[in-house]
């Protein structure tokens, strides 16, 4: 895909788990609002997820950014696929978007 370290550590990422997360802080201790939004959407719907703090590496933080042309954080890709930030995350999640999504990539809540 690309000569930067960056973005082959990213891939990697997204391609070892089935839904990856980065946001700021953790799940336990989200350090943005819309980060704390999406970790409570996938914890609400129980789905095992894996999450970066781009806070603790400055290179992934404007990385991810590169990576998925996409200028925010948190970022949520679902089976090596970006699916969107806080916003677009909510909105799937109240419509059942999100949900069907999961089903369709063959995710399952714990």
């Known amino acids: 895909m690309s000569d ?22 953790t799940p336990i ?6 980060s704390s ?9 129980r789905v095992p997820y894996q999450s970066y703090n781009v806070l ?3 290179d ?4 991810i950014k590169a990576f998925s042309d996409w200028p925010t954080i948190p970022q949520l890709y ?5 699916v969107g930030g806080c916003d677009i995350v909510r909105e799937m999640f ?11 990539k063959g995710v399952e809540a714990a």
Do not use: W
């Not at 992934?60 to 990385?63: A, I, P």
């Open 60 to 63: 992934l933080r404007e990385g």
């Open 37 to 45: 939004v999406v970790a409570q959407v996938l914890n609400h719907m």
């Open 78 to 82: 679902v089976k090596g696929e970006f």
């Open 56 to 58: 603790e590496d400055f």
């Open 94 to 104: 109240e419509s059942g978007e999100l949900q069907q999504l999961m089903t369709e």
């Open 4 to 25: 930067n370290p960056v973005f082959e550590r990213i891939q990697d990422y997204v391609n070892k788990d089935d839904v990856v997360l980065f946001m700021k802080g």
């Open 29 to 34: 201790f989200p350090q943005c609002g819309f």
